[in-house]
């Protein structure tokens, strides 16, 4: 049976995951080890701490993709992020700043661990109707 993990902290560099290639190969190679045949990228964005970028998610999924391949790890990494609910979550989408999961329309929203925003609802609605 293969397995998809849909949110993974896996490109090295970027935020919270692995620092480097060598510890991203590492925790890949386990992770194939247990059945995952495919992972997509949770970089963290837009949270005030880790604020990776599309375009390094991109890179960065590139880079260990090939190294999955020379090192014949069986497995996938696709792009993916996890996106922290903001005001501005909308226009960085539409402006390419950020992506949803393997650059689709879904998304991985984080929210705040202490409170709802007031703006909640409505920013989740907004997301919506412009087709997220």
Partial sequence: ????????????????????????????QTMADEGITTVVAGAHALDGQYNA???????????VNQALVAEGIGLTV?????????FDLLANLRA?????????????????????PLFTER??????IAGY
């Fill in 96 to 116: 390419g700043r950020v992506m949803g999961l393997n650059r689709s329309r879904y998304l991985l929203v984080e929210l705040p661990m202490r409170e709802m």
């Fill in 78 to 86: 696709l792009p993916g992020m996890e996106l922290f609910l903001s």
């Fill in 1 to 28: 049976m293969a397995l998809v993990d849909l949110h993974a902290h896996v490109l090295p560099g970027l935020d919270d995951g692995p620092a480097n290639l060598i510890g991203a190969l590492a925790l890949l």
């Fill in 123 to 128: 920013a989740l609605f907004d997301l919506m």
């Fill in 53 to 63: 970028t599309a375009e390094a998610v991109l890179s960065q999924t590139e880079i």
